[in-house]
């Protein structure tokens, strides 16, 4: 069984801060209760223009390319991430939140 989730965030501080410090967090970090562990990546992030609602297909194709050719500004990862100009972010100006979980 697969669970395919696509959200609209307007900024990669907010989607963090849903992802890490709210209940969701906890839902994150409890994941092995309820799935198998997936070798490959389950997450991806990318840019789109405001209004702009993205499609399973979309989603599909970013995981895709995240996984043929590595972080890019078109599919990315909250480590390797790119502004919406698609300037890379140094790590520095990342925002980040202890503990996230692995």
């Not at 696509?6 to 209760?33: A, G």
Request: glycine residues 4%; contains cysteine.
């Amino acid at each position: 069984m697969v669970i395919t989730n696509l959200t609209v965030w307007t900024d990669l501080s907010s989607l963090r801060n849903f992802t890490y410090q709210t209940v969701h967090r906890y839902f994150l970090q409890s994941r092995r209760k309820w799935f198998e562990r997936v070798l490959s990546r389950q997450l991806v992030l990318w840019w789109v223009p405001a209004g702009h609602v993205p499609t399973l297909d979309e989603g599909k194709q970013a995981l895709c390319q995240l996984e043929e050719r590595g972080p890019s500004a078109r599919a990315f990862t909250f480590q390797d991430a790119f502004d919406a100009a698609g300037r890379p972010l140094p790590r520095e100006s990342r925002p980040v939140e202890k503990n996230e979980p692995k």
